[in-house]
Nanobody, 121 residues
Framework: QLQLVESGGGLVQPGGSLRLSCLAS????????IGWFRQAPGKGREGVSC????????NYADSVKGRFIISRDNAKNTVYLQMNSLRPEDTAVYYC??????????????WGQGAQVTVSS
């Protein structure tokens, strides 16, 4: 069964860090580009970052550039999002999705249940 499962969310103070993980199962992860997107209450979906199937290419939204780092370990079927210097405006539910294009500009065909990230003092 195809699954993407996010983990690592939580409550963190402004300026803090979190690392999200996206564990894939049921399909060969190294065939696909994987992206992270987020949705805050009352707002639309926002693409955060994307990594190519090989891991050679990455891209980031301007709002997170220089603070977030996406990476992948295909041997562990996992994609990561390291989030540093977190701000209250980063508060959202974060999802990982499977894409057929880089830099993940189209809609994913599968995504996980999401991980809540709350940045607050």
């Amino acid at each position: 069964q195809l699954q993407l499962v996010e983990s690592g969310g939580g409550l963190v103070q402004p300026g803090g860090s979190l690392r999200l993980s996206c564990l894939a199962s049921g399909f060969p992860l190294d065939y696909y580009d994987i992206g992270w997107f987020r949705q805050a209450p009352g707002k639309g979906r926002e693409g955060v970052s994307c990594i190519s199937s090989s891991g050679d290419s990455t891209n980031y939204a301007d709002s997170v550039k220089g603070r977030f780092i996406i990476s992948r370990d295909n041997a562990k079927n996992t994609v990561y999002l390291q989030m540093n210097s977190l701000r209250p405006e980063d508060t959202a539910v974060y999802y990982c999705g499977r894409y057929f294009d880089f830099p993940c500009s189209n809609y994913p065909d599968y995504w996980g249940q999401g991980a809540q990230v709350t940045v607050s003092s």
